[in-house]
Nanobody, 115 residues
Framework: QVQLVESGGGLVQAGGSLRVSCVAS????????LAWYRQAPGKQRELVAR???????NYADSVKGRFTISRDNAKNTVYLQMNSLKPEDTAVYYC?????????WGQGTQVTVSS
């Protein structure tokens, strides 16, 4: 059974940085596409960034140039480095494994950016 556990969320001032992490178990991590999504209050969950098994990445337009997704296959961990944070980045951030379009979710970690 696949399990994803996020950590690293918290409160940060606008312009600051934060890195969230997600450790996966119960899967052959290195072959998986991993992604970070976020959901703000009253809004739909949206894709933030995705990284394939080969290391290809794509980002939402709203975070391009500010966020970086990376992975460490030896540690079964995917990261999201968030720089130049804005209040509108405030949300619960979810890690997801994308298996041929079927998503498995972590429990989420709260990121709050104060103005």
């Amino acid at each position: 059974q696949v399990q994803l556990v996020e950590s690293g969320g918290g409160l940060v001032q606008a312009g600051g940085s934060l890195r969230v992490s997600c450790v996966a178990s119960g899967t052959i991590f290195k072959i998986n596409t991993l992604a970070w999504y976020r959901q703000a209050p009253g809004k739909q969950r949206e894709l933030v960034a995705r990284i394939t098994s080969g290391g290809s990445t794509n980002y939402a337009d709203s975070v391009k140039g500010r966020f970086t997704i990376s992975r460490d296959n030896a540690k079964n961990t995917v990261y999201l480095q968030m720089n130049s944070l804005k209040p509108e980045d405030t949300a619960v951030y979810y890690c997801a494994r994308d298996f041929s379009g079927r998503l498995t979710w972590g429990q989420g970690t709260q990121v709050t950016v104060s103005s």
